[in-house]
């Protein structure tokens, strides 16, 4: 065993790349190999993850709770499926105060007869269930937010976890300051996010900071 290299990029553990939709008619299709309930985005509305296998690599795809027709045609949908998202444009809809607001519009493409017949016959026997996170935080916090949403889709979501406790943990934190990275500062790579952000909110890059930066993050452009 003490030859044996843990390390060794075969074993690294690779999250999945979050799609984004950034203008109409941006599409994202793959294999449908995941569902992940009770997670909430960087703006604290919850959310729904469908996660599609794209060229050896997963990619999770996150609306907010509101978007009820996608949901119920993807309560139809089953692993292993094709599956396809496209950004359609934005309409201008009413919320619940009776306001204008500005929404994403998407569209669902699935076939029940189009499916990837190699993954299905690698996983006949380990099918995915889906992964539901603990909500009472979530819904919690959703419901505060619920009357002022604009009920838009989320493109990024704190990344869940199975065991995850009724909280917002560190790694949720890092997930929503990542978003909030790309989506203030335009930066993806990590290590310049970090440095980056170090240098604007004069906050050092620690978990035990990770409220004071997003905090700091959320006053950029205001």
Known sequence: MNNVDIFSATNEKKMPSWAKFEKAGDVIQGTYVG????TIDGFGNAQIIYQLLKSGEVF?????ENKKVIHQDMAKTKFGQIVGFKFKGKLQVKNK?????EVKDFGLYADPKIVDTEWLKENTDNM???THVNTEFAQEKSAANQ?????GVSESSPVPSNDAP??????????IITKLGYDKLGITDMAIMKEKIMEITGVPFLQTHYDKIIASLNTIGQ
């Open 97 to 101: 105060v009776g306001k204008m607001v």
């Open 128 to 130: 995915p269930t889906v």
């Open 35 to 38: 569902k992940i309930t009770g």
């Open 147 to 151: 009357e002022f949403s604009n009920f």
């Open 166 to 175: 009724a909280s917002v943990t560190p790694e949720d934190k890092l997930a």
């Open 60 to 64: 999770n795809v996150a609306f907010g």
